[in-house]
């Protein structure tokens, strides 16, 4: 990985993309730290600092995602999370709206007016967003563990056009930051909003080892530390081996004359890979577990109901949370697989170019083996993004991690695939790049 971009860097077209790349950072990174017009900063700060005593709130999945801007209410608080929302909503309306699926099938063209589509839904899921967020800053319920008369004061004037301001400021916010993504696509290195996440969640790797540090027992806390940096460096090799993994269904496609030149011939496969889904069903599987808690919370209710949800569905390390949280994984990424892939379409599809897979006919029986396959290896699929979910959060738990640390599983899936993925990237330009030919 290191060799690749030191390559690179010797590269003059592509030292330029990376420059560009990481100037985009800076600026995502600065825009992070500038508070929304309205907000009183100090009190802001002193609620956090509560907020990390008290380990973490309701909001932490967005803030981890966010950058550490969410409870920091600043211009980028709403993050590239509503750009992820809306991609995954587009998605699944891929498969129930006909015209979605007409335009998925154009091409390039088609798949321009879906990009279109998702702009636009991102900002209305922006302004949604940041409306629930700045109602929930004036109520004093952003910051549960904070002072009464401190987190009162967040936002001094809750007046309609204060509201309004902040509103439309993180809704621009949000626009910005999906330009900016849409820039280091076109101009820089790797997918832009995948490298914005992936640098969002690494924003928070120091802040959380630190905080290990400070509270560890054993040598002032530098065994504990040692501990982590070992068990991150363990899972991340577990990630990447996964990642990698994939069933490769053989395909032959036949010899066809046509005049006097013959086409086909070749052999290829299909590759299937362990963790077809991602981590997309650890997104959704989170987010479901938060609308409960989400509720309870803005609606003030003391019912029963309000207070076994509080007990069992808020916390991480609760046998209820755990086991609810791995069941909706699995059924999640079972989902996903069905709706992303579909055996019928690259059976037919296999049919009309005269591909067959050895030892099964094309058409009907190519896609019910296409179909048994995907099922059997989704089976691990899932139960290994279950377990990369709740292993690490329950082992470091006993060191004093809060849920949204950087090696928990949401966000060792997220830098890993991202920097697989970047780093592929970087090596097929240089490949193209340092390719010779048979002259030479």
């Given at each position: 990985m290191l060799t690749a971009f030191a390559r690179a860097f010797k590269t003059p077209d592509l030292r330029k993309k990376l420059l560009f790349t990481l100037g985009i950072i800076v600026l995502f990174r600065l825009g992070a730290h500038i508070p929304v017009p309205g907000v009183n900063y100090k009190n802001v700060q002193m609620c956090i600092d509560s907020a990390k005593e008290g380990g973490g709130g309701l909001f932490s999945l967005v803030n981890m995602f966010s950058g550490g801007a969410l409870l920091q209410i600043t211009i980028f608080a709403l993050g590239i999370m509503p750009y992820i929302t809306a991609s995954i909503i587009l998605q699944l309306l891929t498969v129930v709206i006909p015209r979605l699926e007409a335009l998925k099938k154009e091409g390039q063209s088609g798949t321009a007016k879906i990009t279109q589509y998702t702009r636009y839904l991102?900002?209305?899921?922006?302004?949604?967003?940041?409306?629930?967020?700045?109602?929930?800053?004036?109520?004093?319920?952003?910051?549960?563990?904070?002072?009464?008369?401190?987190?009162?004061?967040?936002?001094?004037?809750?007046?309609?056009?204060?509201?309004?301001?902040?509103?439309?400021?993180?809704?621009?916010?949000?626009?910005?930051?999906?330009?900016?993504?849409?820039?280091?696509?076109?101009?820089?290195?790797?997918?832009?909003?995948?490298?914005?996440?992936?640098?969002s969640i690494a924003a928070g790797f120091p802040a959380s080892l630190w905080a290990i540090k400070d509270g560890g027992k054993m040598a002032d806390g530098w065994i504990e530390f040692g501990i982590v940096i070992l068990v991150g460096f363990a899972m991340v090799a577990l990630v990447v081996f996964v990642e990698q993994a994939q069933r490769r269904i053989p395909v032959q496609y036949a010899k066809r004359m046509i005049g006097r030149k013959s086409y086909g011939g070749t052999s290829t496969y299909i590759p299937l890979k362990v963790n077809q889904a991602g981590v997309i069903p650890v997104i959704f599987a989170s987010s479901l577990l938060y609308i409960p808690a989400l509720i309870v919370q803005f609606s003030g209710s003391t019912a029963p109901w309000a207070q076994w949800i509080q007990t069992n569905l808020t916390k991480g390390d609760h046998p209820y949370y755990i086991v609810t949280y791995f069941l909706l994984i699995v059924f999640f990424a079972f989902f996903y697989v069905a709706i992303s892939f579909n055996p019928e379409e690259v059976a037919d599809n296999m049919k009309k170019y005269g591909g067959f897979i050895p030892g099964i006919r094309a058409g009907r029986p190519t896609a019910e083996y296409l179909s048994y396959v995907l099922n059997r290896i989704t089976w691990p699929g899932s139960l290994y993004l279950g377990l990369i979910a709740l292993v690490p959060t329950m082992a470091l738990a006993g060191f004093g991690a809060s849920q949204d640390f950087p090696f928990g599983g949401t966000s060792i899936l997220i830098i890993v695939g991202v920097g697989l993925e970047t780093v592929k990237q970087i090596e097929s330009q240089l490949q193209q790049r340092n390719y010779e030919g048979f002259l030479r």
């Open positions: 991102t900002v209305a899921l922006a302004i949604l967003q940041g409306t629930g967020l700045v109602a929930t800053a004036n109520t004093g319920a952003l910051f549960q563990g904070c002072a009464e008369a401190v987190r009162s004061q967040i936002v001094p004037d809750k007046s309609i056009f204060t509201t309004a301001v902040m509103v439309i400021t993180m809704t621009a916010g949000t626009a910005m930051v999906m330009w900016l993504g849409e820039l280091i696509t076109d101009r820089g290195i790797g997918n832009g909003m995948s490298i914005l996440m992936f640098i």
